[in-house]
């Protein structure tokens, strides 16, 4: 996924390694061990695969995040980025037409 400066702001849920969790593509909100999240700052440069590093700070609007001793500094993470809400013909629209997801544009921090 190819993400720039406007991706700061963006809503991601993350799955923390070794805590169970169940993920619904399309359904944050019944996703069950995965812990919300907002970007901070997306590296401006890819690590030669077209993969951005990013960083992430708690949703103060979430749950909160697990704390130590049950996840522990560089424990590894998967996580989602949540796009903007479209249409279903729209999304199908542009899947046919091979154009990249738009993030929401915002001020970001």
């Not at 169970?20 to 401006?44: L, N, R, Y």
């Not at 949703?59 to 130590?68: G, M, S, Y």
């Amino acid at each position: 996924m190819t993400f720039h400066s406007s991706a700061k702001g963006q809503k991601v849920r993350l799955q923390f390694e070794g805590w169970p969790a169940i993920q619904f593509a399309g359904w944050p909100s019944v996703a069950v061990g995965t812990f919300g999240g907002v970007v901070k700052v997306v590296d401006p440069s890819d690590n030669g695969s077209g993969l951005f590093r990013i960083l992430v700070n708690e949703d103060p609007e979430d749950k909160p995040w697990p704390q130590f001793p049950y996840l522990r500094q560089g424990a590894r993470a998967t996580g989602w980025v949540l796009l903007n809400r479209v249409t279903i013909g729209f999304e199908i629209w542009r899947r046919l037409n091979g154009f990249p997801s738009e993030f929401k544009e915002n001020a970001g921090f």
